[in-house]
């Protein structure tokens, strides 16, 4: 019996022809060479790397740190935004080409988003705990498999939105500019700007007035500087 690629052994009496791959004629070897490099792209070990450092850090502890490493894998935060909690990403695409996020927006965490298509968040905007953001979605298929062909569709987040605690929103929906979005709910239908949805599915239970309550920009507790100034706190959560 002879190890070198390309010699014949013999295995049972027969003889047999043994490859490195590289000349392989079997479909496996072609299938495993095409794939391999994109798989290896699909990695992102630079991106993965940045943002599992930012995710090992505690909830609500060295928040600035967290969100530098999100910027230092190209992900696209605005000025004062902080990412306060684990947010994780999945999907095959370009992450930093399909998620951004605004100016002075705070992400409580933990936060997952799938990103088949774009999320954007836009600025002052807050996301409440154990939030979900799907872009993919599936056709009803046959009853060998229902779930047939996948569909993706973007997710917009106005600005000043907030979005509470435990939302789920679904593929294509847009949030608009000063909607509040009440913990637990399912949004599957857009929400129009300055109305507050709740419920599964989201329904609009009221509308909200256009003015801005705040003429100043609210630090990452939700609270003005008037508002601390008096001791009266309004929590975010």
């Known amino acids: 019996m002879k190890d070198v ?11 047999v022809v043994v ?10 070897h072609k299938r495993l060479r095409r794939s391999s490099p994109e798989e290896v792209d699909r990695l992102r070990p630079v991106t993965r790397l940045a943002l599992r450092l930012g995710n090992l850090m505690p909830q609500f502890c060295f928040n600035r740190v967290r969100t530098a490493f999100w910027r230092a ?4 935060i605005g000025e004062g935004s902080l990412l306060m909690g684990d947010v994780i990403l999945s999907g095959a695409g370009d992450w930093a080409s399909l998620l951004s996020i605004g100016d002075r927006t705070y992400i409580t965490g933990p936060l997952r988003i799938n990103l088949g298509g774009e ?20 056709e009803v298929g046959p009853p060998y498999r229902r779930a047939g062909l996948s569909r993706h569709g973007p997710i917009v987040i106005g600005d000043g939105a907030w979005i509470a605690s435990r939302v789920t929103v679904l593929p294509g929906v847009t949030i608009g500019a000063g ?36 003429e100043t920009p609210v630090d990452a ?17």
């Open 19 to 28: 490859t490195n791959g590289e000349g392989s004629s079997d479909p496996r």
């Open 221 to 237: 507790n939700g609270v003005s500087p008037d508002v601390r100034e008096t001791n009266q706190p309004a929590s975010i959560k």
């Open 179 to 214: 909607a509040v979005v009440a913990a637990g709910a399912l949004v599957a239908t857009d929400v129009p700007p300055n109305t507050m949805v709740g419920g599964v599915p989201a329904k609009v239970l009221r509308a909200l007035g256009s003015d801005d309550p705040y």
């Open 119 to 138: 999320v954007r968040i836009g600025s002052g905007v807050n996301i409440g705990h154990d939030c979900l953001f799907l872009t993919v979605d599936h």
């Open 73 to 76: 894998a190209n992900i696209p």
């Open 5 to 15: 690629a390309g010699s014949e052994t013999l295995l049972s009496g027969k003889p």
